[in-house]
């Protein structure tokens, strides 16, 4: 006879790189979970890890556990919040991913007033570098995403406007001259983020006509953190390529200022990415009407 506590730990073997790392999320030692696995195995007459793989790999069994097994978690977990929900109460897990920055600013905000209303809801959020690795990692909800979306079959839904905004500090523009269109920044310091594998000093316009342009910058700064490269443009370092969110409030004090105001880069709108069946978990909705309404009307845009 198979539990859900066995289920759960198949589903995070499953998911891990390593029997390492399946101990640190359980916060007990390797060898712990070694016996854990081996006890599992010989109660199901069955092996689940390939143990002549240099990395952690399931066998065919263990792989089929792993996929039905969630599954099962699933409709578990669906079943409890239903009977929840019937008596107004939103229970379960909350995992949430979201970006650095923009998780600081709005995700965690949005959590403590769902945690305040529903306080039998236990939550985590993880702000990552790197949206393709959490996108493979899948040990989540819901992901609050910003910007260019890689291909992805998990449900979205749209949740704010965002533009992305080239600008510069007064300083650097008194310094440097000020570009009145994209092929100027080719003579210009720019600074880049780089947090993932996408090509990020190719910039797209578009002209107000139409017509659109894409530059290759080459990147006197760069760094994988947006609020680095945000404070290298406030400190007259650089022009910097940002999102509207971010640099608003600096835009309107006169910190920053905007350039080529006919050409637009692509927009960065704020999205949520769900699997199927998180779809349909009362928390995963709930959550999502939070974030929503401290969405609107768009704060960046006040």
Do not use: K
């Amino acid at each position: 006879m198979m539990t859900p506590q066995d289920l759960r730990f198949v589903a995070l073997i499953a998911a891990a790189s390593s029997l390492a790392a399946v101990a640190r999320r359980l916060d007990i030692s390797p060898s712990a979970v070694t016996q854990r696995l081996r006890h599992l195995e010989e109660r199901l007459q069955v092996r689940l890890v390939d143990r002549s793989s240099r990395r952690l790999q399931l066998t065919a069994e263990g792989s089929m556990l792993a996929e039905r097994g969630a599954a099962v978690l699933a409709e578990l977990e669906a079943m409890t919040e239903a009977l929840a929900a019937g008596r107004g109460a939103v229970t379960g897990h909350l995992r949430v991913a979201a970006p650095f920055g923009f998780g600081r600013a709005y995700v965690a905000p949005a959590m403590v007033a769902l945690r305040q209303a529903h306080p039998g809801l236990e939550m985590s959020l993880i702000l990552f570098e790197d949206p393709a690795h959490s996108l493979r990692d899948g040990q989540w909800d819901v992901m609050v995403h910003v910007g260019h979306l890689p291909d992805s079959r998990l449900v979205l839904r749209r949740l704010a406007p965002n533009r992305r905004i080239l600008c510069a500090a007064p300083a650097y523009l008194a310094a440097h001259g000020t570009p009145s269109q994209p092929e100027d920044l080719r003579h210009h310091a720019c600074a880049v983020i780089r947090e993932n594998q996408a090509d990020t000093t190719l910039w797209p316009f578009t002209h107000a006509e139409g017509h659109g342009t894409a530059i290759r910058v080459h990147p006197a700064l760069a760094s994988n953190d947006g609020a680095v490269v945000r404070q290298w443009g406030l400190a007259g370092l650089g022009i910097i390529l940002r999102s509207e969110w971010d640099v608003a409030e600096d835009l309107r004090s006169g910190a920053l200022v905007a350039l080529v105001p006919d050409w637009t880069p692509p927009p960065a709108d704020v999205v949520a990415l769900l699997g199927a069946r998180n779809g349909r978990m009362a928390r995963t909705e709930r959550f999502l009407q939070v974030l929503g309404q401290a969405l609107r009307p768009v704060p960046w845009r006040g």
